[in-house]
């Protein structure tokens, strides 16, 4: 054939080259079986495409879970408390270290510079760990001295750590914002103002940087796990993808610089209503309005031990008076306040000042809730927000309770186990949310168990809070030859993943050994929940995250009921005379907070309020005067001759009440006092009637 040259091929030569093709063959199948990394993180939605190295371990493998339940619930774990950003607050300096850095965990996870050489002038550790503050200050690569279940000054919520957590289950993080002026200006080492506000902006910042950050590793906005959300459509579709919701709140003691000196507020309303505006704006959702010290919205809850009489002494130097104790008036109490000195603190105290002793049977908070705190709990429902009712003394978490169901409002939360246990129906009733501090396995458990029959009866699930960062101490080791130690790898709870010991840097940490050291050991610590409480425990921690959103879910979507008695014609069985003003039937109807109707000094009276047409009642809410009713029953008639009891209490003890009954048609509301709780007659300043 012209223009075809001809070969003549050795034998040897062409086994060669048919070896050569099934090489390449076989290379080809190989590749497409095995993918190469980019296309391997491609596929892996939740392993990041540029993460820092080096960078501490995750220690999870498999595919974090997505979607709902066969109900169309979400489903994953909830932190209701957790300080992503506490170093940014308290000065600077008081928590070491941080959740992230662009330049590295080398540069993240370092101690104060006061802390080096040997943590001798590490002296928050003297009040909260005791001992002499002594540690080795390397973090990164050592870790051997810190983070620990017993140190309070250490950063334990590295992101990656978080990353873990998320992997290993939870689905819905509150990232508390926090700080404390007063902590701020007395502790020795800071970089930056004490202003509360100053650094509440800047935390809420730093946490939108944080989720920028984590972005990055996976290709840019929006792509990240770490998704910080202002609803609860945004949360539930976060959560329906797998990622973390994380949700903004605030825990500090003097919001919009409402402190007290000597018992005078030093804010206003105008001040309130800017505060809460801006907080909004940032993104919070959830906030406390007061927390470690008094300030001029509401009494706290107080702290015990040594903890306590630094910050009674904090107190003191914040506003002119120590804490002051009277008896309670049922039973629900508050914290035993700390008597232990703490001579570091106690120094602080001008030249003849001591911190009181307290009576061992009056264990109540004087101050409750001011009339400026009961204008922040309304503006919070106004705006939607859901109110932190720990850290509120007996007295003041008792008024703000009576506040949210005179409003039928759900948004209470108490997530952290310093409320006092005995009110968590009442939380349940409202539609609210309660999680527990993150107790070591024993004591979790056992509450988790006491409060279990309401759970079932509210069909609600449960959250903890880790307070990481938060200065309260984590469970300690069990050891490795405890019962029911955990034993590595284990599977999440929804079976999806396998969880190793976490390891950074030269560090492995092993919950039996090491106790609750930091926030990637959340899933090693349910795990030794679920071997020391049992299944029942986790399957309502799992449900968590469904209950959470329900309660912030039912706070969005809550509308404001009318009051149907206001302005509507009343009458009374007697009216209080006096020559310079009118206590009138009416003028418990009028919307005037400040008048009010007032009866005959005898007991058996009663107040009628005309609807004017049939209406379905099902909520009577009262505000009383300090003559107030301790027995007495909600009547209700069609026709204004035939009477029906809805309602009915003989343990009333005045302040604002809520009368809620099943729906009922009436024309005619009546209040019907049988017993006085005074020497007086009985006074209302005004009466609400209402259909939802």
């Known amino acids: 054939m012209s223009g075809v040259v001809s070969v003549t091929r050795h034998p040897h030569s062409r086994r060669h080259r048919l070896i050569a093709v099934l090489s390449l063959l076989l290379a080809l199948v190989a590749m497409a079986l095995v993918p190469v990394p980019g296309a391997a993180a491609a596929g892996d939605w939740w392993t990041p495409t540029a ?37 940014e607050g308290f000065g600077g300096r008081l928590i070491c270290g941080k959740p992230f850095s662009e330049l590295g965990v080398a540069d993240a996870l370092k101690d104060c510079p006061e802390h080096y050489p040997d943590g001798s002038l590490a002296v928050f550790d003297y009040i909260t760990k005791g001992g002499d503050g002594r540690h080795d200050p390397d973090g990164w690569p050592t870790f051997k001295d810190w983070p620990a279940y017993d140190s309070l000054t250490h950063q334990q919520n590295y992101y990656a750590w978080v990353e873990r957590a998320w992997r290993g289950g939870e689905r819905v993080l509150v990232n508390d914002l926090v700080t404390n002026g007063v902590i701020c200006s007395v502790y020795f080492f800071k970089d930056r103002s004490c202003d509360e506000m100053t650094s509440i902006r800047l935390q809420a910042q730093k946490t939108y940087e944080m989720q920028a950050y984590i972005d990055t590793m996976y290709g840019g906005p929006g792509k990240g796990w770490f998704r910080i959300v202002t609803d609860t459509a945004q949360a539930r579709s976060v959560v329906q993808q797998g990622k973390l919701a994380v949700v903004l709140g605030v825990e500090t003691s003097e919001p919009f610089g409402c402190k007290q000196i000597l018992d005078v507020g030093q804010c206003s309303k105008a001040d309130i209503d800017r505060g809460l505006d801006e907080l909004y704006g940032l993104g919070v959702r959830s906030m406390f ?13 107080f702290d015990e031990g040594a903890l306590g009489t630094a910050i009674n002494v904090g107190q003191f130097l914040s506003t002119g008076t120590f804490w002051q104790t009277e008896k309670c008036a049922g039973p629900q109490h508050d914290n035993p306040i700390g008597l232990a000195p703490a001579l570091t603190a106690q120094k602080e105290l001008p030249p003849g000042v001591a911190v009181p002793s307290y009576a061992a049977d009056a264990q109540c908070n004087t ?16 705006r939607k927000m859901m109110l932190e ?3 509120m003394s007996v007295k003041a978490a008792g008024q703000a309770f009576d506040i949210m169901e005179s409003e039928s409002y759900p948004g209470v939360l108490s997530s952290h186990s310093w409320m006092d246990l005995d009110w968590i129906e009442r939380v349940y009733k409202l539609g609210g949310f309660v999680a527990q501090y993150m107790n070591g396995a024993e004591a979790f ?3 988790a168990k006491r409060t279990d029959a309401l759970r079932d009866k509210y069909n609600v699930g449960y959250g903890y809070g880790t307070d990481m960062n938060g200065v309260g101490g984590w469970p300690a080791p069990r050891g490795a030859n405890a019962p029911n130690a955990v034993q590595y790898p284990f599977r999440s709870t929804d079976g999806g993943s396998v969880i190793d010991r976490q390891t950074a840097g030269q560090r492995t940490w092993d919950l039996n050994t090491d106790g609750a050291a930091h926030y990637g050991l959340v899933p090693d610590w349910l795990e030794q929940i679920r071997l020391v409480g049992g299944q029942g425990v986790i399957d309502d921690l799992f449900r968590g995250a469904e209950s959470y959103l329900d309660t912030w879910g039912a706070s969005e979507q809550r509308k404001a009921g009318v009051n149907l008695a206001a302005g509507a014609a009343a009458s009374a069985s007697a009216s209080e005379w006096n020559p310079f003003t009118s206590y009138a039937p009416g003028r418990a109807v009028d919307g005037d907070q400040g008048s009010r109707w007032a009866s005959d000094w005898s007991d058996d009276q009663w107040l009628q309020v005309d609807l004017g047409s049939e209406h379905l009642v099902k909520r009577v809410t009262l505000a009383w005067e300090r003559a107030y009713g301790k027995g007495y029953r909600i009547e209700v008639s069609t026709d204004g001759a035939n009477w029906q009891t809805v309602w009915s209490t003989s343990t009333g003890d005045g302040g604002l009440d809520t009368a809620q009954f099943a729906g009922v048609p009436a024309r005619y509301v009546r209040v019907h006092g049988v017993q006085r709780g005074t020497q007086w007659g009985y006074s209302l300043y005004e009466v609400g009637i209402y259909s939802t």
């Open 389 to 391: 009712i720990d850290h």
């Open 367 to 382: 101050r409750g809730l001011t009339e400026l705190g009961a204008y922040a709990v309304r503006g919070m429902v106004k």
């Open 51 to 87: 993460r820092p190295a080096p960078d501490s371990g995750i220690n999870v493998t498999g595919e974090p879970f997505k979607g709902t339940n066969a109900k169309g619930e979400v489903r994953g774990f909830v932190d209701a408390h957790d300080h992503l950003m506490s170093n």
């Open 445 to 447: 458990s056992a509450e």
């Open 289 to 301: 309005l007061c927390h470690k010290l008094d300030n001029a919205l509401c009494g706290v809850r």
